[in-house]
């Protein structure tokens, strides 16, 4: 069984970009239902299918299978809800932990978030310069609640 433990921020200023090299993320989601995602994802030359049950704190089950992108595009083009979820991802390093940033494009766009994965729900970890105010419990921020809510129309 797969647990993801995940804590979600807004980000403030640009001081994370410095050593940032970003890579474009499409996704859609076949299934946004909060007891069970699952979500098609393409970048560069891969796809992945993964399935998320129910958030519970800062958890949830989470299991993903690498699946050809051809076929993960096919998909999205003709499965998915829309729109499809386009951002660029970065993963920048800061004190033992890999922060991945997602600057959201299209209808999502001016929208940029942080996440850090843990081990366990209480562990600790130090806050950089750049982070802003915790969305973790707020499902606007859910990247299966902005196809049905885009960041732009709020």
């Known amino acids: 069984m797969g647990i993801e433990i995940e804590r979600k921020f807004l980000v403030s200023g640009d001081q ?9 993320y499409l996704q ?6 909060k007891s069970c995602v699952v979500r098609l994802r393409a970048v560069g ?10 958030s519970s704190g800062f958890s949830r089950l989470e299991y993903e299978y690498e699946i050809p ?3 993960c595009m096919e998909m999205m083009e003709k499965l998915v809800e829309k729109p ?17 940033i997602d600057e959201f494009e299209g209808e999502n766009k001016g929208l ?7 081990d366990h729900p209480d562990q600790s970890f130090e806050r950089p310069v ?4 915790e ?3 707020d499902p606007r921020y859910f990247n299966a609640n902005l196809i049905r809510h885009p960041y732009g129309n709020w």
């Open 16 to 24: 994370w970009r410095s050593n940032a090299a970003g890579e474009k």
């Open 28 to 33: 859609g989601y076949l299934s946004s239902d």
């Open 45 to 54: 030359d891969k796809g992945y299918l993964t399935i998320k049950g129910e």
């Open 69 to 71: 992108v051809q076929e």
């Open 84 to 100: 499809i979820i386009e951002k660029i991802r970065f993963k920048v390093e800061y004190q033992g932990f890999v922060w991945e």
């Open 112 to 118: 940029i978030v942080a996440e850090i994965e843990l």
């Open 130 to 133: 750049w982070l802003g105010i």
């Open 135 to 137: 969305v973790t419990d």
